[in-house]
């Protein structure tokens, strides 16, 4: 059946190429941040963290970079896989007591092979 | 790799009753969490619970709902009169610290549907 909330954009790479996935946030109080995927039917998987104290962090095939001055953080993915086909969702964390995390609206990948 | 669990995987229920969603965090997890997607929409947070206590919570946790720890591993999310717009996945997650820059571990969620 046809889904009705959020129309999440869609970004579609064909395999083994870079995708990279963005995100704007709007608080300046943030200060951890989270990158989320999203299989269908799955919980939100941790994919890579970043502290506001850093611009730039690596992991196995993803890079996250934090660009505090414009609020944006984006994920790339090297050589994308079929199996990175998800939704993506940023989260920031602003700075609370309670660990609450706010999610973005999430961005589809899809890889075509 | 340790997980969060969640039972039952789907609840479907009639509006006005009572539900009770459960979860087992990771073992050595102290802080713990839940968090509820409406389809289509954003994930959002509803709950954090600490050492026996409610840390932090959303306005979309109100007097409807309430969180237990009955025992040293379960972790529930009661909602005592079910309205429709209740219907998403209602997702657990925990973490082993609360500072506030720990990364949160998730379930596969429960589908709730509320009739």
């Known amino acids: 059946g046809e889904s009705v909330g959020l129309h999440l954009p869609t970004l579609s790479v064909q395999e083994g190429d870079n995708s990279i996935i963005n995100c704007a946030y709007s608080?300046?109080?943030?200060?951890?941040f989270i990158w989320y995927k999203q299989e269908s039917g799955k919980g939100p998987q941790f994919i890579i963290d970043?502290?506001?104290?850093?611009d730039k962090r690596q992991g196995q095939r993803v890079t996250v970079l934090l660009n505090k001055t414009v609020k944006h953080l984006s994920l790339q993915i090297a050589a994308t896989q079929p199996g990175d086909s998800a939704v993506y969702f940023c989260?920031?964390?602003?700075?609370?007591?309670?660990?609450?995390?706010?999610f973005g609206g999430g961005t589809r990948l899809m890889v075509k092979p | 790799e340790p997980e969060v669990t969640q039972t039952p995987s789907h609840q479907v229920t009639q509006m006005g009753q009572e539900v009770i969603l459960r979860c087992v965090p990771i073992?050595?997890?102290?802080?713990f969490y839940w968090y509820r997607q409406i389809l289509g929409q954003k994930v959002e947070f509803l709950v954090s619970?600490?050492?026996?206590?409610?840390?932090?919570k959303s306005e979309i946790f109100d007097d409807q709902f309430s969180v237990e720890r009955p025992d040293g591993s379960n972790f529930t999310l009661k909602i005592r009169s079910t309205k429709l717009e209740d219907s998403a996945m209602y997702f657990c997650?925990?973490?082993?610290?609360?500072?506030?820059?720990?990364?949160?571990?998730f379930g596969s969620g429960t589908q709730l549907s509320v009739l």
């Open positions: 997650a925990s973490s082993d610290s609360g500072k506030g820059n720990e990364k949160l571990f």
């Open positions: 608080n300046s109080a943030s200060d951890y």
């Open positions: 970043i502290r506001s104290n850093m």
């Open positions: 989260a920031e964390n602003r700075g609370n007591a309670g660990n609450m995390l706010t």
């Open positions: 073992s050595n997890h102290l802080y």
């Open positions: 619970f600490y050492n026996n206590e409610i840390s932090e």
